[in-house]
């Protein structure tokens, strides 16, 4: 509805006035105008219910369209409904004027026109009813090929006039006429009339998935670190600059200088990609960069592909006055002619949908405007907290992954400082109409004067605030960061573990590899012991199972000792070498062979065997021995101690732990595992549970 076309005058009565036919129908117009602006401006217009709709088919022939009962409200406010579902087999030839579709024409729909297009009327069982219509009604005849291909389906606002004549016996002068607005539906040609689209350029656009930094237990060297994250990174950068350049020529009709601002940013991101192959550093968080464009796009994609569905047509494109067009008979969802229901521009929530909308949009970009690369953050850092990992090193209080990225910390690797009003209190919580960011962190909190009392945020109620970014960690020698953090969890009483561990330090997966190696040989070993068997023999029998039932102890043992367990390790090892070495040949010194006595002795709870230079001989014990022997147990035993030396304060390696995670800190309960290649921290992982050494 055009605002030049609403009624602005009326007339006021006067006492003693004497009162026209034109004063009463200018009232009532006014009246009747004000109530469809209500309906067009304030309320909105389209289909609000029902009136889907089909046909059937007798041969080639349409034999009815089917359509349920609904109600909806044209673009100029008339109220257009089917209070019951109609199966319509009969039609008759409709004329209807072209001024009667255009806005300048509206409030005069009767005014003469000599351009009239032809429709055909369907007409239902009520209808029907009325004896002029079933008089002139006929069956549709029209193809299914044509009603796909030449008709929408529309309901018009049908306004007739009726002359009226109230005579009495005394006076035959009263006149009058009726105007009646009755709800009629159409198959209207497409020849006939330019039905547009309603949302030609409007699709809906698919969420990002982004590569994960998995497998990290395998990485052998720092090398093959930084190969990978910088070929992950420039993956999933890669994805994201695909993804914005579809967003952008997606919404530029509907916000241009948000989605301008996104193709500026793009160059950016595009320079981003080239400079991480030239990066000496490894530079792990370019990963959760990405993560933060992965959230921003999807959240911004979710919430447009949201206002389109509501807010489906475009301001550009018209529909027709006194007309719902229901839309084409060929199979298509959406079916873009269809007049779905939408919120006038001026509605609230429309606008503030589209302001949030917009601003999503813009915080893609601002991202990308804000972001430091890693030389560039290496310094920024330097010259506002030194070198020194007790300034440097901060845990940032954040809400974790499952939230919205408004409602968590801002990242350290974004410059707030610079520029940081636009990207704090504008672009970061758009989420919503609230863009406050009173309960979201920042690194340089501390620095930036306008949040000064946010410097201490463990003063604070962290209850809702599971999650602890590291941050200010990469480039610090490795035992300073790791004291440090040390230091600050146990003085801030943070629910965290921390370990280092060493890309380079391959000592501790060796030594676990050969420690499962030895436990599957022994295994084996204790297998074949308890599968010989002396059935014709008691005496020997009851020696071998006395023999075994020590075997059997220290089996139970070694299953349950960690390999990272040093102490009891080695003591289990030479219990089994002593034990051994009564049946495999010799014992090395007294005490060795008078503890293995001992120890031999009390397994057989006094059944005697014949001892040797403190070994034991005769059948059993060779049998044993040979047992030993072929599975190797007492030389793999010895390569195992052989490591020992080594292995003594030397910290962990990738490999050994399971279950790593680049989430740029951890949650709490968890453990920080920091990365070193040897000297300076290069990354971290964590762990979603409380890593014990042992």
Known sequence: MEMKSIKNQYPVYLPDQFLTSDNLNESFGFLECHER?????????????????????AGTKVKSVDIKSGYGSSKDGYFL?????????????????????????????????????????????GDLKVPELKEAAKLIDVTESDLLGKYRLALFADIKVTKLGNCSPGNCNIKGEEDSINTIVLLVEIAKVNFPKINPAFSALHGLMLLGLNKIS????????????????????????????????????????????????????????????????VIEYYLLFANDLQLAINEYILHYNNFISKYYTTDEVPRFNRMLVLGQFQSVSPDPYRYLWTSPLSSRDRRASYFIMANLCKRIAVLISHFTEAKALDTLLGQYYGTKAETRLKLIPDKGYSFKLGDRSVPYYYDVLKNGFELLNQSWRTQDLDNRTDLVFNYFDDINSSRKHFAQPFTFNLSEFPFFRIEGHIGLE??????????MIKKLDIPLQVITVELENQRWSGFRDKYHGFIKKYELFYKDLISTRYADDPESQSLHEGFIRKFKEMRTNINEVSYRNLDTVKTMLN????????????????????????????????????????????????????????????????????????LIDSGYSVKELKGLEYLGGAYKGGTIVLVSDGAKIIGDFSLPFYHEKN
């Open 81 to 125: 409904f089917l209070p019951e579902e109609s199966a319509a087999d009969k039609t008759l030839n409709y004329q209807y004027s072209m001024n009667w579709l255009i806005p300048a024409k509206i409030f005069d729909p009767l005014a003469a026109d000599d351009k009239t297009v032809p429709a055909l009327r369907l007409l239902s069982e």
């Open 575 to 646: 219990d089994i070498n002593a034990y051994g070495r009564m049946f495999a040949g010799s014992v090395s010194s007294k005490a060795a062979r008078k503890k293995a006595k001992v120890a031999v002795d009390g397994a057989l709870a006094g059944v005697t065997a014949g001892i040797t230079n403190g070994i034991y001989t005769g059948n059993v014990a060779s049998n044993i021995k040979k047992k030993l022997n072929d599975r190797e147990i007492l030389k793999l035993r010895d390569d195992l101690l052989k490591d020992f030396p080594t």
């Open 218 to 281: 395998s990485f052998a060297n720092k090398s093959d670190f930084k190969n990978r994250v910088t070929t992950i990174a420039v993956h999933n950068l890669g994805l994201i600059s695909e993804k914005m350049n579809d967003i952008s020529e997606a919404s530029a009709a509907l916000i241009t200088t948000e989605s301008n601002r996104l193709k500026s940013a793009m160059n950016k991101l595009n320079d981003i990609i080239k400079n991480i192959g030239a990066a000496t550093d």
């Open 478 to 487: 490795t035992e300073d960061a790791s004291a440090a953090l040390q230091s």
């Open 37 to 57: 602006v209500t309906r067009s401006m304030i309320i909105g217009e389209g289909i609000i219910d029902g009136l889907d709709y089909s046909y059937s088919t």
